[in-house]
């Protein structure tokens, strides 16, 4: 067994004909083995004896990869010619004088610099070992062995990268802090990130910045070139120029003139593209094609119409690839290109039934287009059957961040991966596979989603496929990859859990559009719910943080402490503002204690943002600034804080008994109470109900409790209230041998008696069966009965996904089953009291359609009856990117579908179809007519199965 070993003996190869990017990667690498070694490996010098050497180098760019070739050391047959390929071998006595090699070649500048970080890899460094300062565990006796050999398949996808976005104030302070702007020093610690990611492409940061200007000048373009990171421009860019650099450029003398208008400065625009083309020629580019208004705002006014738009386009896109072929290559074809559909471009694009759009338009020939998604997410038109063969490939612009409708989120990364995975997974199967583009704005807090993003792009194969688990797997190998070397394994466990518990909550709900009245207060215990996460989450968090060393503290802090306690300590606010504001309504005295809570928790986010903001010397100042609290319009603008609410208590003891999960109290006064009657134990399942006594005063009040039986049982009878007390019911419904009624009162002593009737149903089930209880049946779609599976596809479960932690969706996910006879199938049973009218609502994904028609339908029969086909999408007669049905899908992160049925006493069946792609059913709920279920966010808990 061929081995090395990365001890004071370790020496790298050096080659001046070698691309100086891969040289100065692997300096990096080498502090990297000093990191974990603490030896610095020296410069081999040709001819001298060595025991342990790493040769690095690029295929027909290395006289050593060369000569080792000719030798029979090596073969680089499955490497030459390919791209970002690279050949991992470990050999004994690869030449005279050497005892043991590592073997690193590429076959092209990024495949060896692929290479040399897989080797950073193996020794335990993580990709943030820079970028985060995510250090290494140190090691003795550190070797490789033959068993590492490998020789890698090309990327999955062929450009991989971010776009810096929004990036004011956190970014743009940050790089201002530590480099004195986003210039070269700046762009130097990015692209490291990047390569160290197996990304390859970048959209460089344009609020206030000018990629080619600041480097200054260009000297930003050349160390991308230097490194290989391919550069490019975002979707409203065109020809390597940033959409800030004509508002520094215009004027009335300026050779460019000073409109932003190809139609009445056609010259100076011209001017402006071909000036930009000829600086940044010598670079390796990806150029992006188009027009828009300034700062991304739309090309022609409200009254141009859409023939005018892309005919506009149309003459933009043949002035651009003209200029591309007198000054890039007369063989346009030869230069990558790509063209953006986002916003109002896709629209463009496609055209309607009366005008023609850009699709198959010549000028496009050759050009990627890329495609975007719904700016929360989840994919908007994919390329169909006709399309998919394009010359130029398909691309994706992807948010992990968004300054823009329907919401802003700019704070903590809020990146749930089940969606990248279910979404992008889908999109490469639909043949995206060119360019893949995530806006991550700051980057900051965005390490965990982007490190997936690129992975997946990388290794679909690995990270893609139909089952969602495989989320699961790459958490674990992330937090090992990312605290491995600060934390054990107890710990790493709970840093998963945490990372899911945060990550969960906020696929529910994003920071910036949580409020206090999202969830309801009691209603289902949701927002108990939600509460207990989000203080599990805290509590953790800082247990680990207590055995966290100075030294690591700033990857801890960043990679998981902030961004999860900065979540937690959001969502625990909202939870407690709403307690609050409900509580203080009903005059409940623990109102004033709930007050103090929010306060606290208010002053604790600020403290949050300074401690990641201060860490390591302040390395992240700048990053923790953006707006995040209470957005009332899309963006920050006119933002609030929760209100407080502080009441005043009664004069004298005032009782109020609610269930813990109900809003309606009883008082037990003479005149206006409403004595209530509790059904809860009439379901199989419960067999107890919890309530609280609560006090409306400051006066603490005793009470005693008596029934009418000796079948009830509770868990005090009797006390003291200072401001909330909760009381446990119970029933040993194994005694009962029919349903039986029974009645106890609560007595405030001295001033009054709350009287309640309580309903128990010894347990009636129907095997197989999801029981009809309170006038409702909820099921989970992944708990189907049976399905039936079809040769062209079948449905499969999703879990971890969604709001409610499961779904199931065709696979494979291109299968389109409209117009076939054969549909899969999954089928739910459940029993109903009584025949009547019912209101069946699917909770849905809020994914979007895959083509541009406003189309995106579901099947389903009742009881086997015809197939009702339905259109998920409301409105037909705009585009779905413009509804009001995709803002507000986009916010609650879940798209409803309600139809009307008509339901049998006794057992019943609902037959789920497999129609369009995209679907994908979290849950299905019956509520009969005349039947209001409680008010809540998420719905009422599932239903009781029998069995």
Known sequence: MAKIGFDNRIMFT???KSYSGVNQIAALVRKDVNLVTGFTAKEYIRGEKCKNLVIYGTVDKSDYLEELEKRGVIDLKEVR????????????HPMDGVEHALIIAGS?????????????ELLGVSPFVNWNHAYPRKRKNVFLTDEVNVVTKEPSVKYRGFFINDEWPAFGNWATEHFGDVNAKCYERIFELLLRLKGNYLWPAMWRSNFSMDGPGLESARLANELGVVMSTSHHEPCMRTGEEYSLLRGKDSIYGDDWSFISNREGITRFWRDGLVRNRDFENVITLGMRGERDSKILGQDATLADNIDLLRDVLK???????????????KVPRQFVLFSEVEEFFYGDDKTKGLLGDPELEGVTLMLSDNNVGYTRTLPSKEMRDHKGGFGMYYHMDMHGGPFSYKWIGATYLPRVWEQMTQ?????????WVVNVGDIGTQEFGLSYFLDLAYDIEKWGGKDASITQKYVSEWVERSFGAMMPQSLRNKAQKIIWDYTGLLEKRRHEIMHGNVYHPLHYGEAQDVLDISEGILKEAAAIKKRISDEDMSAFISLLYYPACGTANLMKMW??????????????IEANQIALLVDACVKEDDALITEYETVDDGYYKGFGRSEHIGFINWNEEDDRFPMRYLIYGANSPRMMVSRKDDEHYMTGTEWCDRPQTWKDMLRADVDSIEFDLINGSEHPYRFEITADNDWMKFSKVEGEVKARERITLSVDKSLLKEKVTGHFDIECVGFGTAHTTVEVMPPQVVPGHYMESDGFVCIEAEHFSSKKDTTKGSFEILSPYGRSGSAIKVFPSTADFLTEKKRPSVEYRFWIEDEGDYELTFDLAPTTPTTFKTEQYLGYSVNEEEICIVNSVHRTDIPYFLSPQWAQEAKDNVKKVSEKVHLKAGKNTLQFYGMSPGIVLERVLFVRDGVTIPSSYLGPKESYLGD
């Open 14 to 16: 050096y080659e001046a």
């Open 81 to 92: 010619g390919k791209w970002e390929v690279y050949s991992f071998q470990v050999v004994d």
């Open 108 to 120: 092209d500048k990024r495949g060896t610099i692929y290479g040399l970080f897989h080797l950073s």
């Open 319 to 333: 002035t651009q690839n003209q200029l591309i072929k007198e000054i890039i290559d007369e063989d346009v074809q």
């Open 427 to 435: 999109a490469y199967d639909f043949g995206v596979k060119e360019i």
């Open 575 to 588: 939870i407690l503002a709403g307690r609050n504001e409900l509580f203080a309504r009903q005059n409940r």
